[in-house]
């Protein structure tokens, strides 16, 4: 199985209004509820792609409990550890008009050194399983910002290919721990190496101690420095819609191709169809499948010249 | 006892955040939940003033478990119908800064006839010990249009003294079935009668069957058009503010003085003196205890003549 590790899960609300005014009042017309946090978008990606795939981190208070049933009926394994505090809502605020979006995030809970024991407990229990490992997402309060290294030090002492997609100092200290994998963001990239540029800024991101490094560089796809060369993946065209939840397809393609030992380029493909598909689709954070499907086939993988 | 309904009860968010920004991601900094509806508000306020108070309506869901357990720890009874569907929840998106507040409320279950027929068997159990009731808010999807006219004739067949808060069709059906008060603002007052000026629609709306008419007219205070003559509210001087939850207080001051047997005079100066204290509070729909003690004393109340 896959192993996803979201710390700060969340509630996802979806409301759609006529169009967000500051200050007004506001029917809200639509509401949608789902699990939320980027490993469970994940998850669901990776299940959808027919992996078998368990979901952990913290889940606590009446949100905790709706956002397990709304797991309970996917094809994932919740291994949530129980927090005292509440898991977080996040609102996202839709014009129906333009689908432009607003989000409002709360902190989430604040996890105790008796929850983190027990999380730490139940990762290594699911480690000895896992054929690789996501970690995904922000901390929580109450986690130590080292937090991302200590379990990447933990899957590479399992002998389990890690993935981190975090960012700010979670992101700098968990690259030192030397993860197999890090998809960061342009901004991410950015904000870590102080470049601007994106193949000085993954490369430079590398060295940090990644072993390798896909950066997401939205409509220009992906862009990655491994240790088998470096390659850039690019959709066929641009595609308008969403981008929520872009970067967690990426990344279930990213894992679910490593796991099967698919070749770079193969997994770069996998990964940039179902982010594009996931634009694509209506609905946040789906992905359209019979599109994914085309986009495979059409995607562009390019090696460039190994430089420096 | 006082009986307060509240047929679209909710799960009242408070989010502040530095300023809100349409399109833009928001860390919300803190959140506040709250049990609302203008009928949770009402009783509230009763509560505090030492009344024996009773809410009904419908909750459900998990926003509803949440709804319920906020409500426990107060001194109000907890005489809430189950509904399948969720209590909805209203997000109040404060801006730091400058106080201005986004307000953005889901639209709440679907009630089922077997939930209003569950509804209106309690509702006449709790009519039974009650000395007044209270009708506020909007109606949920799923109730007929005419069902407060139908709760102001139960009231009255029961000989309960009964105030009817809300707005629309529902207000307008409402008045015609002759309920004992009812509290509309500048709004809703011309939305009902097409006037615009406060004595003359506020004297069409007693026409229509109410037996009096207690207009709020935001910091000009309240208009009273009554089988006993007419006067105007006003508090000692303006009082910046947040104004969530002055119209509910004001209600609650209207009540609790009618079941004490207070003349015209002295139930405008006591809802009047706690709409102020609720804007000068700094919690939303609050209100501080001593400010008004202090108001109650300088309220001014002025009979108007009795022309028409």
Chains 1, 2 share one sequence.
Not at 159 to 180: F, H, M, N, Y
Not at 223 to 241: I, K, N
Request: proline share 7%; glycine share 10%.
């Amino acid at each position: 199985m896959i192993l996803t590790v979201t710390l700060n899960t969340a509630l996802d609300l979806t409301y759609t209004v006529p169009a967000l005014v500051p200050h007004a009042t506001h029917r809200v017309t639509d509401v949608v509820e789902r699990p939320g946090g980027k490993g469970v978008n994940v998850a669901r990606v990776l299940a959808a792609l027919g992996h078998e795939t368990v979901v952990t981190g913290f889940a606590g208070g009446p949100t905790g409990e709706v956002l397990r049933g709304l797991l309970a009926p996917l094809p994932v394994r919740d291994a949530l550890v129980p927090s005292a505090g509440a898991t977080r809502r996040t609102v996202a605020v839709v014009d129906s008009a333009s689908g432009d979006t607003t989000q409002l995030n709360e902190p989430g809970p604040v996890i105790t050194p008796a929850e983190w024991a027990a999380f730490l407990s139940v990762y290594a229990e699911l480690l000895d399983g896992a054929r690789a490992v996501a970690l995904c997402g922000s901390l929580p309060r109450g986690v130590h910002v080292g937090a991302y290294a200590e379990l990447v030090r933990r899957a590479r002492a399992a002998g389990v290919p890690v993935l981190l997609d975090t960012s700010g100092e979670p992101l700098r200290r968990g690259i030192a721990a030397r993860p197999d994998l890090v998809k960061p963001n342009a901004d991410e990239l950015a904000a870590l190496t102080g470049a601007r540029e994106p193949l000085r800024a993954t490369r430079d991101a590398r060295r940090r101690g990644a072993h390798a490094v896909v950066a997401s560089l939205g409509a220009e796809g992906l862009l990655a420095v491994t240790p088998d060369g470096t390659w850039q993946a690019a959709p066929p065209a641009r595609v308008a819609g969403n981008p929520t939840g872009a970067g967690d397809s990426a990344v279930a393609g990213l894992l679910s191709a490593l796991v099967e030992g698919a070749p770079w380029p193969e997994r770069l493909a996998r990964a940039t169809a179902l982010a594009t598909a996931t634009v694509h689709a209506r609905a946040a954070g789906e992905f359209d499948a019979d599109r994914y499907g085309e986009l495979l086939e059409r995607v562009s993988v390019r090696e460039l010249a190994t430089a420096a």
